[in-house]
């Protein structure tokens, strides 16, 4: 199964990787999917790429759902 986590842009070095934060870590990501991304903005991420842009609300709600899954586990 594959997983994409929402996380929110901290910075973007030459427009190419960025760092996110998940909340609980910060990782680098590559943007090179979404280059109209920019810093505070939420992206979904998938196997080190930002694959989509989202607004403040699904990421939320994509955060909850989440947190919900680990609860089952």
């Given at each position: 199964?594959?997983l ?7 910075n973007?070095d ?6 996110v ?10 943007l090179?999917l979404v ?11 998938h196997?080190g790429?930002?694959?989509?842009l ?14 919900e899954?680990?609860?089952?586990e």
């Amino acid at each position: 199964m594959c997983l994409a986590v929402p996380g929110k842009i901290i910075n973007i070095d030459n427009g190419l990787m960025g760092e996110v934060d998940f909340g609980h870590l910060r990782t680098r990501a590559s943007l090179q999917l979404v280059p109209e991304a920019r810093p505070g903005q939420w992206v979904l991420i998938h196997a080190g790429f930002a694959v989509q842009l989202l607004d403040e609300n699904e990421a939320q709600e994509t955060l909850a759902l989440l947190r919900e899954l680990c609860e089952y586990e």
